[in-house]
């Protein structure tokens, strides 16, 4: 059964776009992952800073296997760092792991 994993990112209200920023510049680092049925990067449209990061994973087993690989830790380094550089400051204060499974729900026709 799909699984929900949603990464609760809270940042400095001036630190949003950089943070989208950032996901621009990985995109795909997920994609080939066995079990990854896709993310979205979810924006506050009101006054929260708290931006989401919404994974969906087909089993509990596939999004364990993703986040104790070497791919998570990759996909998470910049390009600096991967260049031997310095890490660039985090954007976010905060983050939590929220998980979630579908208990319900319809789809437009
Ligand atoms: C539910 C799965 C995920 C977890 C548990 C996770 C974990 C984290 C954590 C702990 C941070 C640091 C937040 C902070 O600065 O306080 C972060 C930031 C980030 N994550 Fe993830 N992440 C997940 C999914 C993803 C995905 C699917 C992508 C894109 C392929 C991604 C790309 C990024 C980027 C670009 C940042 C910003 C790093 C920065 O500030 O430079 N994450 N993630």
Not at 28 to 34: K, L, R
């Given at each position: 059964m799909t699984v929900i994993k949603i990464n609760a990112i809270t940042v400095a209200a001036e630190s949003g776009d950089e943070l989208a920023h950032r996901f621009a510049a990985r995109a795909?680092?997920?994609?080939?992952?066995?079990g990854f049925e896709g993310f979205e990067l979810l924006k506050p449209t009101?006054?929260?800073t708290t931006w989401l990061v919404v994974t969906r994973w087909r089993d509990e087993a596939a999004f364990q296997a993703w986040v104790n690989s070497p791919a998570f830790g990759h996909g998470h380094r910049s390009q600096a760092e991967r260049d031997g550089g310095p890490a660039p400051k985090p954007v976010g204060v905060n983050s939590e792991l929220w998980s979630y499974e579908i208990a319900g729900g319809s789809t437009a026709q």
């Open positions: 795909g680092a997920v994609d080939d992952q066995d009101d006054d929260r």
